[in-house]
């Protein structure tokens, strides 16, 4: 079946950018998500980028779409500790959204 | 408030005792789903609908059941509890018919299964 993989965890300086990196494997994916999962709460979401689209910018966040390499990427520049969360990269294929495990976003001090 | 609930927020119970855990959305949405939610795994759907009297089988939906018999409510059934659906939850709905638009999630149920 179609799979989406991540990191599990990243840890970057406050100031510094953060990039997740996530690949998937459906190519007919119509659409690609960004999740956001702060502690104890639900998911919410942060972006989404069209396939026919390579780039998507949204303030602080970047999103990077490599359909040949079927690779995506979601930049934070100038990270804060108010951006410490679990990230979740989905696609969307056969009506389901196909969830990635989620990348840690550590922030050092 | 547009927004979706859950209940109970958390839940101990042991193994074969039958719950019930409720999802309701205030948003007209068609599209209701189910996730579970565990370490490493990432989300992992368990049911859907795409729209009342309408459910089908998520990736994992053995030991599961769902009903949609009004718009605004997709409740959680498990029959007979064991300890490996001890697991966080979270329902999600969307304005789409195929799920493909944005889905607003639930805060969340953790269940533990003695």
């Known amino acids: 079946g179609e799979d989406v993989e991540q990191s599990l965890f990243l840890s970057v300086r406050e100031g510094d950018s953060s990039v997740i990196n996530c690949t998937y494997t459906d190519s007919s994916s119509t659409y690609l998500y960004w999740y956001k999962q702060e502690p104890g709460a639900g998911l919410q979401l942060l972006t989404y980028?069209?396939?026919n689209m390579d780039m998507k910018q949204d303030q602080r966040l970047t999103v990077l779409l490599n359909k040949k390499d079927k690779h995506l990427s979601l930049r934070i520049a100038d990270t804060q500790t108010g951006d410490s969360a679990i990230y979740f990269c989905?696609?969307?294929?056969?009506?389901?959204?196909?969830w990635g495990a989620g990348t840690k976003l550590i922030i050092k001090p | 408030e547009a927004q979706v609930t859950q209940n109970p927020r958390y839940l101990i119970t042991v193994t074969g005792k039958k719950l019930t855990v409720t999802c309701s959305q205030n948003m007209n949405h068609e599209y209701m789903s189910w996730y579970r939610q565990d370490p490493g795994l990432g989300l992992r759907q368990i049911y859907y609908?795409?729209?009342?009297?309408?459910?089908d089988k998520g990736d994992v939906p053995e030991g599961y059941k769902v009903s949609r018999k009004e718009k605004r409510n997709f409740p959680l059934i498990l029959e007979s509890p064991s300890p490996n659906q001890t697991s966080l939850y979270f329902c999600?709905?969307?304005?789409?018919?195929?799920?493909?638009?944005?889905?607003?999630f639930g805060p969340g149920t953790r269940l533990t299964v003695l």
């Open positions: 609908s795409m729209n009342v009297e309408v459910t």
């Open positions: 999600a709905s969307s304005p789409a018919t195929r799920g493909a638009d944005t889905q607003y």
């Open positions: 989905a696609e969307y294929s056969n009506y389901q959204l196909i």
């Open positions: 980028i069209f396939s």
